[in-house]
């Protein structure tokens, strides 16, 4: 899952660490994926579930970077993609320049 967008990371010097999570209450899985050059401090979360073939299917991506109050919420990986690609060098120099990374 998200195969474009991990390899989008690694291309750019980013390290990431993934998890799953099955909540009791929706038949819904969920996806953490962290990631960060130094620390792990940006999320992106998956809210997916499987039709009756046994696919998956994304329902919601969630994505949290460091220091935004609100998440982004994108219905596909494209869309995700195009976002990081534009927004994430800046989002990453406007903290370092703010002296908030820790």
Do not use: C
């Not at 993934?18 to 996806?31: E, F």
């Not at 990986?77 to 002296?99: A, F, I, N, P, R």
Request: a positive charge; aromatic letters at 10%.
């Amino acid at each position: 899952m998200l195969a474009i967008t991990k390899q989008f990371l690694r291309d750019n010097g980013y390290h990431y660490k993934k998890g799953y999570i099955r909540p009791l209450m929706t038949p819904d899985s969920v996806y953490i994926f962290r990631f960060g050059k130094d620390d792990l401090n940006n999320r992106i979360i998956v809210r997916y579930g499987h039709g009756w073939t046994g696919r998956q299917k994304i329902k919601e991506i969630d994505l949290l970077l460091h220091k935004q109050r609100h998440p982004r919420i994108f219905k596909t990986e494209h869309g995700l993609l195009k976002y990081l690609e534009s927004h994430l060098s800046s989002h990453e120099e406007k903290v370092d320049d703010l002296g908030l990374d820790k």
